[in-house]
């Protein structure tokens, strides 16, 4: 079982751990920083350092398939990984550029899902560029969407997470938003993302903490992917996505 360090704050770089368990596909450890591919966002990247100095670098992070609740870090193709035998110490740090970009990006979609009045049937937040998939068949205007956005940004809400029971969401399924992904069930809490005044989802992400901080985030593309999805793309205004 892996401690999910970035559930409960998003801003860690870097935490000390110990390795779990190691084989081809990756690295177990006991705690971590690093966010696993899940709820649309990308898996981070970074390194694990040891005590003795040897530096394994991760491409990606994922759940562990078999064991539930483990977090398998993906080491790059052709990563020497015998100095990362179980019982080692490491130091584990994640890209933070990466980490700030999912965080705005992350954030942003759910400006967008505020803006949006429809369920959302897919979602992808990468360092580059987030796209958000609604069930929908109206048209969305772009400059709309893209002052909805800047006036959420530019009136700096605060954004946090809170746990709640899972019968408490029970009590509230209009909380999920999402058709295509149900929070996770079984471990009696579900984490859920609260944008004062604005917006309230389960959410496992890794989110800004005022929406002051997604900054100046734009929609790049709107695109009719069927009869019944619209598809918004989200980029960043000093950085257009390629
Ligand atoms: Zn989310």
Redo the contacts with the bound molecule.
């Keep these: 079982m892996t401690e999910e360090l970035f559930r409960d704050d998003a801003t860690l770089l870097e935490c000390s751990a110990t390795v779990l368990a190691v084989d081809e596909a990756g690295v177990v450890l006991d705690r971590t920083v690093f966010y696993p591919l899940g709820?649309?966002?990308a898996g981070d990247t970074g390194t694990l350092s040891s005590a003795a100095g040897a530096v394994l670098a991760i491409a990606d992070t994922r759940k562990h398939p078999h064991r539930p609740g483990d977090i398998n870090h993906v080491p790059a193709a052709g990563s020497d990984l015998a100095a990362f035998t179980p019982g080692t110490r490491v130091s584990a740090r994640i890209d933070a550029a990466r980490r700030e970009a999912h965080r705005r990006f992350?954030?942003g979609?759910?400006l967008l899902c505020a803006l949006v009045p429809h369920p959302v049937d897919g979602?992808s937040?990468t360092a580059g560029y987030a796209r958000l998939d609604f069930h929908m068949n109206e048209a969305l205007d772009k400059a709309a969407l893209n002052a909805g956005l800047a006036r959420l940004v530019a009136e700096a809400h605060a954004v946090r997470h809170r746990w709640i029971s899972e019968a408490e969401l029970d009590a509230n399924p209009q909380l999920v938003r999402s058709m295509s992904v149900q929070p996770p069930r079984g471990l009696g809490r579900i984490r859920v993302?609260e944008i004062e005044g604005v917006d309230l989802?389960?959410?496992?992400?890794t989110?800004v903490a005022n929406t002051a901080e997604i900054g100046a985030v734009l929609v790049t593309k709107i695109e009719k992917k069927s009869a019944m999805t619209r598809r918004v793309v989200l980029g960043f205004a000093e950085s257009p996505p390629t």
Excluded: M, S, V
């Design positions: 709820g649309g966002q992350h954030t979609t759910h979602c937040i993302l989802q389960p959410c496992g992400g989110h």
